[in-house]
């Protein structure tokens, strides 16, 4: 997931012409059985069990069915969609290219939650996202899906969630990586038994933040995989930056799901559930800029993530 949305299960409906700003996630796993690939499993509040490391098709260009055959085969098999990313059908080819069973992949499928926006103003969409999660609450009782997730709530909105509702999320997918690691807000879903799926977990390597972004002062940080710490401590284990930044997520205990279409990239991904000693995770605990790439709250005319970490005018680290 990488662009900040609202988003609900494939079977609500949603009115179409509307922006959005959060979304709710349907997870599905018709059985918990996995082919053997060396990727940990993280159990969820559901008892479900999801794979570590995966992979999005947001933003995903050229032979995209493919794309997501080769990085099963790769041994991912998480795969985060959404109709939003109008990659619907390319995703089912992909599926069935890879020759696994489908019992053997997490699909973490979704659909918006629509906001309108009205006279410059944004209309909270709160009792709208309540009432669709006790809607799909109905839908994991029959068994159809494993686990239910949010995406992109603020603290304050959650509570709301879990207030006004009985299913706590089994899963809150968001920005995180080493220049925004949300720390509080992780562990306060973690007290609550939520498990977090990273996105963007390479923060401004995503073009699509660069392009939208590009006036902001984050957007011309150095990379993240170019950080001196994180190619220092690749080369003692003789992995790549990246390599990195996705250990340090599993070894958090958190899900990632990076995008890519090249083979070796696949493969480097698949290839980075390793441990990191407790120096090393320091070390990359220090970079923490509270730097959010993915924030369209002037494009909605309403503050996004109003009580973490992260928003616009309210950073208080480094900016180069």
């Keep these: 997931m990488n662009v900040a949305t609202r988003r609900v299960c494939a079977a609500m409906p949603l009115p179409t012409g509307q922006r959005t700003a959060q979304r709710l996630v349907n997870l599905s796993l018709q059985q918990q059985r996995y082919q053997s ?3 940990r499993r993280f159990k969820l ?22 794309a997501v055959a080769q990085n099963i085969k790769a041994g991912l098999r998480l795969v985060d969609t959404a109709r939003v990313y109008h990659v619907e059908k390319e995703v ?3 599926l069935k290219q890879s020759g696994f069973p489908r019992e053997e992949i997490f699909l973490e499928g979704a659909e918006n939650i629509s906001q309108e926006m009205q006279a410059g103003k944004m209309i909270r969409g709160e009792t709208h996202f309540v009432d669709t999660w006790k809607a799909m609450e109905k839908i994991l009782k029959t068994g ?8 992109n709530f ?3 909105e959650l509570e709301l969630l879990m207030k006004e509702t009985n299913v706590v999320p089994a899963v809150h997918q968001m920005e995180v990586h080493p220049y925004l690691q949300q720390k509080d807000f992780n562990a306060w879903l973690r007290s609550k038994g939520i498990h977090v799926i990273q996105f963007s977990p390479l923060g401004n390597m995503n073009r699509f933040y660069r392009e939208t972004g590009w006036s902001k002062d984050i957007s011309h940080m150095m990379r993240v995989i170019d950080h001196p710490v994180l190619k220092d401590i690749g080369k003692k284990y003789g ?14 205990g958190r899900s990632v799901i990076p995008m890519t279409t090249i083979d070796w990239m696949m493969r480097e991904n698949a290839e980075a559930d390793f441990g990191l000693s407790s120096e090393d995770m320091k070390a990359i605990g220090e970079l923490d800029l509270k730097a959010r790439f993915n924030d369209p709250s002037l494009d909605y005319q309403w503050q996004l993530y109003s ?3 992260g928003i616009e005018g309210r950073q208080d680290g480094k900016t180069h």
């Design 239 to 252: 992995k790549s930056a990246v390599q990195v930044a996705l250990a340090w997520v599993v070894n958090n």
């Design 154 to 156: 603020s603290k304050a």
């Design 45 to 66: 509040n559901t008892g479900a069990e999801i794979p570590a490391i995966g992979f999005g098709t947001f933003h995903g260009e050229g032979d995209v069915a493919g």
């Design 307 to 309: 009580d973490l970490d």
């Design 37 to 39: 690939t060396g990727i």
């Design 144 to 151: 159809k899906t494993k686990a239910l997730g949010i995406s």
């Design 92 to 94: 089912g080819e992909g």
